[in-house]
């Protein structure tokens, strides 16, 4: 729905001549047209450096899509009722996959795309949001202020589900998750639906989460759409429908450590192996789409437009619809075409360079 409004509003501003603040850039490097989709839908990336797969999850169609790292299809896994979040193994073997509309955690062989288990989570608990702690997959579940975490222990034989980790009535949906191994025993949730934007740190390492930090509207943040912890495990990057920049906050405290720029309406966020952070943003053309930092930059050392893959409309990039690849070269885009109701998957290589030419 924030898409749509977002769309809606890039689009009258432009029709009254007003100015909704850009970004003081030069006009952005193009990226290529970018693969056709046959889905109109996305909601979450998975990159796989073992076999050089990208996985590309549909809630509306209960598939994954699987694509090279050239952005070819590959594969179709089918039979995944309301997929959305995906979390990958720490030995990228496996992938694990909430299924909202099956109440169920799905477990996918990522080798043959088949699935080696499946999970119940409880009828009407419709988990939808994940996030991998160590042997734990912590899943985001329920709808409006029903709404909990929970978790499923892979360390097990026979794998645990428990719910209710985190008391009802804080959350108005199912709410963004984010884990990092270089983040151990901390978890990261946020409210995606609420303004002002809700955080809140805990303490995963026990057998019980333990809040260590809760922040409202942090750095002036509203309707949190993406996160991303960095390498070093000492901050979190998100992206929401406001402010009109990428904020970074320090963990586990979430004090505002560093803005980098973007535009108006940032979606999506996402950093490399090496720090370089791509921040997304629902912008019109000439604006850019994707602004690629350095760590701590104040400027971008580069800034890709997606206009080829969407026709230079309005709401070009999807949320949560950026990934890197694990050596930080290749940055993957999921883009909106105005003319054709199916998504693009958009490949930058070599991302982690400056523009030539």
């Given at each position: 729905m924030l898409r749509r409004t977002s769309r809606i509003l890039v689009t009258l501003a432009a029709a009254l001549g007003l100015s909704l603040g850009a970004a003081p850039m030069s006009r952005a490097a193009p990226a290529d047209e970018g693969t056709a989709l046959p889905i109109a839908y996305h909601c979450d990336l998975a990159?796989?450096?073992?076999?050089?797969?990208?996985?590309?999850?549909?809630?509306?169609?209960?598939?994954?899509?699987?694509?090279?790292?050239?952005g070819h299809l590959v594969q179709t896994i089918k039979n995944l009722p309301g997929?959305?979040?995906?979390?990958?193994?720490?030995?990228?073997?496996?992938?694990?996959?909430?299924?909202?509309?099956?109440?169920?955690?799905?477990?996918?062989?990522?080798?043959?795309?088949?699935?080696?288990?499946?999970?119940?989570?409880?009828?009407?608990?419709?988990?939808?949001?994940?996030?991998?702690?160590?042997?734990?997959?912590?899943?985001?579940?329920?709808?409006?202020?029903?709404?909990?975490?929970?978790?499923?222990?892979l360390a097990s034989s026979t794998p645990v589900v428990r719910l209710g980790l985190i008391p009802e009535g804080q959350f108005s949906g199912a709410p963004l998750l984010a884990a990092s191994p270089a983040a151990a025993g901390t978890l990261v949730v946020?409210?995606?639906?609420?303004s002002p934007g809700q955080l809140w740190v805990y303490d995963v390492s026990g057998a019980t989460p333990v809040l260590r930090t809760t922040a409202s509207s942090p750095g002036g943040s509203a309707n949190f759409l993406d996160m991303a912890i960095t390498p070093d495990g000492k901050s979190l990057l998100t992206a929401?429908?406001?402010?009109?920049?990428?904020?970074?906050?320090?963990?586990?405290?979430?004090?505002?450590?560093?803005?980098?720029?973007?535009?108006?309406?940032?979606?999506?966020?996402?950093?490399?192996?090496?720090?370089?952070?791509?921040?997304g943003v629902n912008s019109t053309e000439p604006d850019p789409d994707i602004y690629l930092y350095r760590p701590g930059a104040d400027a971008p050392y580069r800034t890709v437009s997606l206009a080829p893959a969407t026709g230079f409309d309005a709401g070009s990039l999807r949320p949560h619809g950026l990934i890197w690849t694990p050596d930080g070269s290749r940055l993957f885009a999921i883009a909106e075409h105005n003319n054709e109701e199916n998504l693009r998957l958009v490949v930058i290589p070599d991302a982690n360079r400056p523009a030539t030419g």
């Amino acid at each position: 729905m924030l898409r749509r409004t977002s769309r809606i509003l890039v689009t009258l501003a432009a029709a009254l001549g007003l100015s909704l603040g850009a970004a003081p850039m030069s006009r952005a490097a193009p990226a290529d047209e970018g693969t056709a989709l046959p889905i109109a839908y996305h909601c979450d990336l998975a990159v796989d450096p073992l076999h050089k797969r990208l996985f590309i999850s549909d809630y509306n169609t209960g598939t994954v899509l699987v694509s090279d790292y050239q952005g070819h299809l590959v594969q179709t896994i089918k039979n995944l009722p309301g997929v959305c979040d995906l979390e990958l193994s720490a030995d990228y073997r496996t992938l694990y996959a909430p299924l909202a509309r099956a109440d169920a955690i799905s477990v996918i062989d990522t080798s043959t795309g088949r699935q080696r288990a499946r999970y119940a989570t409880g009828a009407g608990t419709a988990p939808f949001r994940a996030a991998l702690s160590g042997q734990t997959l912590y899943f985001g579940y329920g709808e409006q202020w029903e709404a909990s975490v929970g978790s499923l222990t892979l360390a097990s034989s026979t794998p645990v589900v428990r719910l209710g980790l985190i008391p009802e009535g804080q959350f108005s949906g199912a709410p963004l998750l984010a884990a990092s191994p270089a983040a151990a025993g901390t978890l990261v949730v946020a409210d995606q639906n609420t303004s002002p934007g809700q955080l809140w740190v805990y303490d995963v390492s026990g057998a019980t989460p333990v809040l260590r930090t809760t922040a409202s509207s942090p750095g002036g943040s509203a309707n949190f759409l993406d996160m991303a912890i960095t390498p070093d495990g000492k901050s979190l990057l998100t992206a929401s429908g406001a402010p009109y920049h990428h904020p970074s906050f320090r963990l586990p405290d979430l004090t505002e450590s560093h803005t980098y720029p973007s535009t108006h309406y940032p979606v999506a966020v996402a950093v490399s192996s090496h720090g370089d952070v791509a921040a997304g943003v629902n912008s019109t053309e000439p604006d850019p789409d994707i602004y690629l930092y350095r760590p701590g930059a104040d400027a971008p050392y580069r800034t890709v437009s997606l206009a080829p893959a969407t026709g230079f409309d309005a709401g070009s990039l999807r949320p949560h619809g950026l990934i890197w690849t694990p050596d930080g070269s290749r940055l993957f885009a999921i883009a909106e075409h105005n003319n054709e109701e199916n998504l693009r998957l958009v490949v930058i290589p070599d991302a982690n360079r400056p523009a030539t030419g």
